[in-house]
């Protein structure tokens, strides 16, 4: 069974960091183009961080030079490391696996970020 499981949300101060993590079942992570998506309370679901099966990441401008997208093949799991957050940040953050072999989302982990 497929299945993206996030964690690593909470409450932060500005400033602060968190690291998520996306821990997948019944497929390989490293199969698949990995990303980390967020949806803020009015707004739409924004892709902010990908990396792609060959090690290529990518980032939104909102992010850049703050979060780090990572993948640990050994424990098929999918890393968003987020430094210097702002209240901007608050979101739902899931998790996004694509391939020709199929289209999967995790739950979300809820962040938020107080001024």
């Known amino acids: 069974q497929v299945q993206l499981v996030e964690s690593g949300g909470g409450l932060v101060q500005a400033g602060g960091s968190l690291r998520l993590s996306c821990a997948a079942s019944?497929?390989?992570?490293?199969?698949?183009?990995m990303s980390w998506y967020r949806q803020a309370p009015g707004k739409q679901r924004e892709s902010i961080a990908t990396?792609?099966?060959?090690?290529?990441?990518y980032y939104a401008d909102s992010v850049k030079g703050r979060f780090t997208i990572s993948r640990d093949n050994a424990k098929n799991t999918v890393y968003l490391q987020m430094n210097s957050l702002n209240p901007e940040d608050t979101a739902v953050y899931y998790c996004?696996?694509?391939?020709?072999?199929?289209?999967?989302w995790g739950r979300g982990t809820q962040v938020t970020v107080s001024s």
């Open positions: 996004n696996a694509r391939s020709t072999m199929g289209v999967y």
């Open positions: 019944g497929f390989i992570v490293s199969f698949y183009v």
């Open positions: 990396i792609t099966t060959d090690d290529s990441t």
